[in-house]
């Protein structure tokens, strides 16, 4: 099986390409809000680079959220759009679940998105299995949450670089962290998610967002009409 996947979901874009279960290509770029311009360059030269066409991918695996509302926008569109062209299926996974997949850790992964102003999507798992729901909340909360002095903690992501001083303050010796560079979200890993929950897969008219809370346009109209 040939699977694609695409993420543009955060500050970065990526893209990998894995055929009959091994890693092809991947590339990441952090080129923040311009991945409308650089995400099918990229998946151009992937499939260049991995001897394949568009047409000869089974699977397009797409990066759905949480994130930023036009990244995540961006990915889904492009996908639907090759899948649609191609007739190949969809799958979508979580940029959470893709950022703890696959951690050699014996605790608790943390994976933690910057949604600015405070505020983080974050989740906590457990040998790749969720003990604490998706949400988007202040770090203060999300910390005072899952914090637990007989537990260390793998905080990674974004929202990990973004708050590791406070994120330290409040765990002290039970935080650790993953080196900057190891902190972006991994198509490969979304790629092989994806391939794990291949009997999921749809129609590309069924891949949507995952949006922790609205997007700001339609929280100023629904505060407008308070």
Do not use: W
């Not at 949450?145 to 670089?161: C, H, P, T």
């Not at 406070?166 to 765990?171: A, L, P, Q, W």
């Amino acid at each position: 099986m040939n699977v694609l996947s695409v993420d543009t979901s955060n500050r970065s874009a990526g893209v990998a390409v894995v055929i009959n279960h091994q890693l092809a290509y991947e590339a990441i770029m952090v080129n923040g809000t311009a991945h409308s311009v650089s995400i099918m360059p990229m998946i151009e030269e992937g499939l260049m680079r991995a001897g394949l066409s568009a047409k000869q991918i089974d699977l397009f695996v797409c990066v759905t959220g949480p994130g930023s509302f036009t990244g995540v926008r961006i990915g889904i569109s492009t996908i639907k759009a090759l899948a649609h062209v191609n007739r190949s299926r969809c799958l979508a996974v979580n940029a959470l679940e893709t950022l703890a997949y696959a951690l050699p850790f014996n605790g608790i992964v943390c994976p933690l998105l910057d949604a600015r102003a405070g505020g983080v999507y974050g989740a906590a798992f457990r040998d790749d299995k969720r003990v604490r729901f998706d949400s988007a909340v202040t770090i203060q909360v999300f910390l005072n949450d899952v914090m637990n002095e007989s537990e260390e903690f793998l905080f990674v992501g974004s929202g990990a670089l973004a708050h590791k001083a406070v994120i330290s303050g409040v765990c002290s010796s039970h935080a650790l962290f993953l080196p900057d560079f190891q902190n972006e979200i991994s198509p490969s890993k979304a790629a092989f998610i994806g391939i794990s929950r291949v009997d999921e897969a749809v129609n590309y008219l069924s891949l949507v967002p995952y949006y922790l809370k609205a997007p700001q346009a339609e929280r100023e109209r629904t505060e407008g009409r308070r």
